[in-house]
């Protein structure tokens, strides 16, 4: 054979030789390119986090958006505070204001109380003018009762019990006036 000829021969034999080349084989990318993909991989799960956080985030925004055109505030100012403060202050000088008023109320109370049980105690009857050997009972009048009434269930005369009690007239005895009869 020619030399020349012997050439392509041999390029054609090796080629033969080395085996069939598959489609599969040719679309896998070379190594280096593996180390590409596995770090776009992931960088693109990367971006897929932040964009879940900055989702979120939009929508926490969203919400306090959406409260403070309702005008409820998420969190209360500094000059709120002090607002809210000198309101609790003002406040509490109100009640400290009604207790002492209160505790003019129970004075005045008691000091009225005082003075109508003094006019009543003045315009009560006066002890009985009986001595101490006189012997009888002592009746509490009830509502109802009358000085007949007393009288004739303790078989005693109205004008002893008038005289015994100092009474000015049969007709001035009152519900729950102890009445001494005598016997």
Do not use: W
């Not at 000085?147 to 007709?171: F, R």
Request: hydrophobic residues 40%; charged residues 20%.
């Amino acid at each position: 054979m020619k030399p020349h000829l012997l050439f392509p021969l041999a390029a054609g034999l090796a080629l033969a030789s080395a085996g069939c080349v598959t489609t599969q084989q040719a679309m896998d990318p070379p190594p280096a390119s593996q180390a590409d993909v596995q770090y776009l991989r992931e960088e693109l799960r990367r971006l897929s986090a932040r964009l879940d956080a900055t989702e979120g985030e939009v929508g926490r925004m969203a919400s306090e958006i959406r409260s403070s055109r309702s005008g409820q505030p998420a969190t209360a100012s500094a000059s709120q505070v002090q607002a809210m403060q000198a309101q609790i202050d003002d406040q509490q000088r109100q009640i400290r204001a009604l207790d002492a008023a209160r505790g003019q109320d129970k004075k005045q109370i008691y000091d009225d109380i005082s003075k109508k049980v003094a006019s009543l105690l003045k315009t009560a009857p006066p002890p009985s003018s009986r001595s101490a050997s006189q012997s009888g009972y002592e009746h509490v009048v009830q509502a109802g009762e009358s000085l007949s009434a007393i009288a004739a269930a303790y078989k005693a005369t109205i004008s002893a019990i008038v005289k015994a009690n100092n009474l000015k007239s049969a007709d001035t005895i009152f519900v729950g006036q102890t009445l001494f009869i005598p016997d």
